[in-house]
């Protein structure tokens, strides 16, 4: 036996010997990541964006709750930067209880991909958490019913990035009747994060001609995304 292997036999006794005395550091446990509790948000905040969730699915604040088929309270990454506000759940989220899973949900994942992002990297909800009979505009009531929900999904994921989804995403969260024509492609800050207005997916389907904007306005939420600082 060489000097090396007889070096490698005593280590590896050794170490037979004395490994239940071995003691390893403990691993240091992630550091809470700091939310932006948005104005109007529910006081306390919930736990989790799970428990809050489960806690209002039975909501009945405003007259919604009776002529829905499912609560849609949102999908994606709990922990994502980039957050999507649409307007209402259509009649495939109604029924299926996960937003954007219509055409326009399909419209959106490809326009995702398209600046090589996924559902994955995003979470996506509605300022309204019920269908509106018809696919109706929501009513003021109803998204004042609904508004510390939103704020308060909103707070608990804590993103960089909100994009609202339409005339109705923007007006509840920035506050402004300006029409989209005006509105769509700027980013406005909004209580420590940034807001970019787009169309609807729906409005493309309609007018597919315009979806030249909306491909532009993603490669902005691209370039957004890509010079964020890292958590």
Do not use: W
């Not at 292997?5 to 170490?15: D, F, G, M, V």
């Not at 039975?58 to 499912?70: E, M, N």
């Not at 495939?92 to 209880?97: I, N, P, Q, S």
């Not at 609202?164 to 005006?182: F, I, N, P, V």
Request: aromatic share 6%; net charge neutral.
């Amino acid at each position: 036996m060489t000097e090396r292997a007889r070096k490698i036999r005593s280590y590896l006794e050794n170490l037979n010997i004395f490994e239940d005395e071995i003691c390893l550091p403990p691993v240091p446990e992630p550091e809470p990541r700091e939310l932006r509790v948005l104005h109007g948000s529910i006081d306390p905040l919930p736990v989790n964006l799970e428990s809050f969730g489960k806690s209002i699915s039975s909501c009945q604040k405003c007259p919604l709750g009776k002529t829905r088929t499912k609560f849609v309270f949102g999908d994606g990454n709990p922990e994502a930067r980039i957050v999507f506000v649409g307007e209402a759940p259509g009649g495939e989220e109604d029924r299926t209880g996960i937003p954007f899973v219509g055409r326009a949900g399909k419209l959106l994942d490809e326009m995702l991909s398209e600046v090589g992002l996924t559902r994955q990297h995003v979470y996506i909800c509605n300022t309204l958490k019920c269908r509106p009979p018809n696919n109706r505009d929501p009513e003021e009531s109803e998204k004042a019913a609904c508004r510390p929900y939103l704020r308060t999904q909103l707070s608990l994921i804590s993103p960089d990035i909100i994009v609202c989804l339409g005339r109705h995403a923007a007006s509840e969260l920035l506050g402004t009747d300006e029409a989209m024509g005006r509105l769509r492609g700027r980013v406005f800050p909004y209580e420590g994060m940034q807001a970019l207005v787009t169309y609807h997916p729906a409005y493309y389907l309609r007018n597919m001609t315009q979806r030249v904007h909306g491909e532009s306005d993603f490669q902005q939420l691209r370039k957004l995304f890509d010079e964020l600082p890292p958590r």
